[in-house]
């Protein structure tokens, strides 16, 4: 099992900062990709952005350039660091583990998720 924390969601006014860290835990051994997801009230999860274990980023298109994912290894932790916020952005920030052998997901776990809301 791999335990995740996620930390530093609150509220921020439209145009401010935030970043949010996912603390891994448990057994992490092979898990190569870590990321950010979202959901919004009334909406789907979706993808924020990843990072794998070599350092390879990928951003969702409505937060390229606004958004930046980094890794501790030597913490186990993830970050994303949320610039230029829009009210848009407002939803609960999920963090993801995941292991990927070849092209299957073959562990995949989820935190238990931060609200970030961003006021207009």
């Known amino acids: 099992q791999v335990r995740l924390v996620e930390s530093g969601g609150g509220l921020v006014q439209a145009g401010g900062s935030l970043t949010l860290s996912c603390a891994a835990s448990g057994f992490i051994n092979n898990i190569n990709v870590m990321g950010w997801y979202r959901q919004a009230p009334g909406k789907q999860r979706e993808l924020v952005a990843t990072?794998?274990?070599?350092?390879?980023?990928s951003y969702a298109d409505s937060v390229k350039g606004r958004f930046n994912i980094s890794r501790d290894n030597a913490k186990n932790t993830v970050y994303l660091q949320m610039n230029s916020l829009k009210p848009e952005d407002t939803a609960v920030y999920y963090c993801n583990a995941g292991e990927i052998r070849g092209s299957s997901l073959v562990r995949n776990y989820w935190g238990q998720g931060t609200q970030v809301t961003v006021s207009s």
């Open positions: 990072i794998t274990g070599g350092g390879s980023t």
